[in-house]
């Protein structure tokens, strides 16, 4: 069974870096705003999302490919979050799936941890990762992984937008870790 989620979440994980890189090829600055109309899916395959499931279990994410105008968009003074997926899957519950463009000097939230397991892919730009406490150069191509309850972060510390992926997830049949200690969740 760990064989299988894990076969799962590294098969997501490589979709959406393929997706996050082919949106980042085609990412303007100077791009029209999405439209204000709900997000539309360009393909979606309807098979065996709810096979297997009992009443009154949460709905399973159906594969589908998520565009970048159809993606969910949140914008802040950091810069923009596009959120393509979120819920769960037949390996994985608590998913988020996002790419984050974050303006020079900005982070989208200080050094922060939770619950989940979570990935970060650098996409393009520079800038500073926090993990643990420590602080280590962030360049294009790096991934950076969090254990549950691990303190992480992201800073632009560079001149152009940061791009960044963001999966995260807990493992279904996998205890959520309790909380170490009463520090807060973001410093």
């Not at 972060?153 to 959520?176: C, D």
């Amino acid at each position: 069974m760990l064989a299988k989620t894990a076969k799962l979440f590294w098969t997501l994980v490589l979709c959406v870096a393929s997706l996050c890189v082919g949106l980042f090829m085609a990412y303007r600055t100077d791009a029209a705003p999405a439209s204000s109309g709900p997000p539309a899916r360009l393909a979606s395959a309807d098979v065996g999302a709810s096979e297997g499931r009992s009443e009154g279990e949460p709905k399973l994410l159906k594969s589908q490919v998520v565009g970048w105008d159809a993606a969910s968009l949140h914008q802040a003074d950091w810069g923009q979050m596009r959120t393509y997926f979120r819920g769960q899957t037949h390996g994985t519950k608590d998913v988020l799936t996002a790419v984050a463009v974050v303006e020079p000097g900005k982070a989208v939230h200080r050094a922060h941890r939770h619950a989940q397991e979570e990935y970060l892919v650098l996409v393009a730009g520079s800038g500073t990762w926090s993990l643990a406490g420590k602080e280590f150069p962030a360049s294009r191509g790096d991934i950076l992984y969090a254990e549950p309850w691990v303190y992480h972060g992201l800073t632009n510390t560079g001149s152009e937008p940061l791009i960044f992926v963001v999966v995260r997830y807990s493992s279904k049949g996998v205890k959520v870790s309790p909380r170490p200690d009463s520090r807060p969740d973001e410093l």
